[in-house]
């Protein structure tokens, strides 16, 4: 979720905090479906060596806050942000249209309940 816009940013997120999966990252992948996306932490570099589409990629600080926005980065190139925390690749073009800028706030929410028992399960005591 984006706290200045209130628009969800993606839907799916995968979270990358364990050596080996921020080393894989979405290597190996064809897509990365457009609500999705991968959250690596702690990172500050990425690369996109062999991978086979292009991502945004959004660096965060040990806040959430934006500090870094790179859209539309293409396989074999690399980027990096001495102030981020954290990194958040998305599908290209999302940091655009979710108009993410430095600054805003990002963070991960549950997803709605999907049911009516879900949502009285969730607010039961």
């Given at each position: 979720m984006n706290d200045r816009t209130h628009r969800v940013v993606a839907l799916e997120v995968g979270v990358a905090t364990t050596r080996a999966d921020r080393r894989r990252g979405l290597l190996g992948r064809?897509?990365?479906?457009?609500?999705?996306?991968?959250?690596?932490?702690?990172?500050?570099?990425?690369?996109?060596?062999f991978m086979r589409f292009a991502i945004d990629i959004v660096f965060v600080d040990g806040d959430g806050r934006t500090v870094r926005v790179v859209p539309q980065v293409r396989p074999w190139r690399m980027?990096?942000?001495?102030?981020?925390?954290?990194?958040?690749?998305?599908p290209a073009g999302t940091a655009t249209a979710a108009d993410i800028r430095v600054g805003d706030l990002l963070y991960l929410a549950p997803p709605p309940p999907q049911s009516r028992e879900e949502l009285v399960k969730a607010h039961a005591c």
């Open positions: 064809n897509s990365l479906g457009v609500s999705e996306g991968l959250m690596l932490s702690p990172c500050a570099a990425v690369h996109t060596a980027t990096a942000s001495l102030r981020a925390r954290s990194v958040i690749e998305l």
